[in-house]
């Protein structure tokens, strides 16, 4: 068994396994890059089939953390935790007690959130054993759901793209296809793409779920995998990652690619350049759904709704930026946001005086 050649590893400060035998806890937390902050990243809770999908989750999660945080401009670095079983049996208070000791125990190293699978609920659970949590509820003095701030920076992230692609960001008319419309970012997202005069198509395996959002957003329903093939402006993958692939991207007729899913792509280097040989202007994942992170960055900062707000709205230019420099350089948008990413990082590591080069 390798760990620190592997792929996935990629340059991982730390990578602590935590176990607590009495409530069942059994997880990973990855901590890959500190100099910007302490690494804050969310909780997934996940019926891991086995412990090397769950590591490498949590690694591939946690380095996209490390770039997202650098993007967007906030003072922390990247980190991400999975715990491994059913949240359903056995989400206990005690289990999550047991991991806010663990992240406790990193003194600030690591900061942790709600993910796939865990809840605001479930971090006042953490809170009783550790100071470094977010996305606690506003009850609570947290920042509550960050969905909706998630939304609206695609939102504002579509509206860029369109802006690139058709020197107008008007969503009136805009045809979008929005996948996991259920779901809790997707259905804000629709809210406000019905709202700007957009015309939706939308899938979701919650057929309760969808059929509201048909009927709230006057949506047009898709089955499955008809979702890549509709002859639509944008794509807007709220689900799932990797659903950018060899077999999906020919289907696709979009001339954009904006959604709020974690890794879209299945392989970065090889769709990312299809995508840019197929003229689909892809909007970096991380970029565009780093609302959320802003807005759990605000219990940390003490920032105000109206700064959280206004660091959202930032992502039309950073995303215009990017679009700029994967054209100038003939790299896809993803290599551009990378290199921006690795970019602040190396140069406050030239201005602290602790290291110098490449991240
Ligand atoms: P969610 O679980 O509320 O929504 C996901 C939706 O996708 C659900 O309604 C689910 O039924 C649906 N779905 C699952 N498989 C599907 C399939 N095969 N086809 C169609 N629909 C399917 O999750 P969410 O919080 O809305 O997050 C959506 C995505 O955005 C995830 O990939 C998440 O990692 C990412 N993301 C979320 C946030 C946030 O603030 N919630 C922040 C950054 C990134």
């Known amino acids: 068994m390798t760990i620190f050649t592997q792929k996935s590893f990629n340059n991982h400060e730390q990578v602590v396994f935590c176990q607590d035998e009495h409530s069942g806890l059994k997880a990973i937390i990855g901590v890959h890059n500190t100099k ?10 996940y019926p891991y089939s086995d412990e090397e999908m769950a ?29 491994i079983g059913d949240p359903k049996k056995i989400g206990t208070e005690q289990l999550f007690r047991a991991f806010g000791r663990f992240v406790n125990g990193l003194n600030g190293r690591y900061i942790t959130a709600e993910d796939v699978g865990t809840s605001d609920k479930n971090m006042v659970w953490i809170n009783k054993e550790t100071p470094y949590v977010t996305g606690l509820p506003t009850y609570f003095g947290g920042s509550g759901d960050p969905s909706p701030f998630t939304a609206h920076g695609v939102f504002v992230g579509i509206k860029s793209a369109l802006k690139k692609q058709k020197g107008s960001d008007s969503l009136a008319g805009v045809k979008v296809a929005v996948q996991g419309a259920a779901g809790h970012v997707a259905f804000n997202l629709c809210r406000e793409l019905h709202e700007a005069g957009a015309v939706l198509y939308i899938s979701d395996i919650n057929k309760e779920g969808l059929k509201r959002a048909a009927e709230e957003f006057n949506a047009t329903i898709v089955e499955g995998d008809e979702i890549y093939k509709q002859d639509v402006d944008v794509y807007a993958p709220c689900a799932l990652g990797a659903t950018v692939n060899d077999t999906t991207i020919p289907m696709l007729k979009c001339s954009i690619i904006a959604g709020a899913a974690n890794n879209q792509l299945e392989d970065e280097d090889k769709h990312g350049d299809m995508l840019r040989s197929k003229g689909i202007l892809q909007a970096p994942d991380y970029v565009i759904n780093a609302g959320g992170l802003i807005s759990v960055d605000s219990e940390i900062t003490g920032g105000g709704v109206g700064h959280v707000n206004a660091q959202i709205e930032d992502i039309y230019t950073t995303l215009l930026n990017i ?3 994967a054209d100038q350089e003939g790299i896809s948008t993803v290599a551009a946001a990378n290199n921006i990413a690795k970019k602040r990082i190396s140069d406050i590591n030239v201005i602290n005086g602790i290291y110098k080069g490449e991240e």
């Open 55 to 83: 590591l490498n989750d949590v690694l591939r999660l946690s380095r996209g953390m490390t770039y997202k945080a650098s993007v967007a401009g906030l003072n922390l670095g990247g980190g991400k935790s999975v715990i």
């Open 323 to 325: 679009y700029n420099m």
């Open 36 to 45: 910007l902050g302490p690494a804050l990243g969310g909780c997934r809770f």
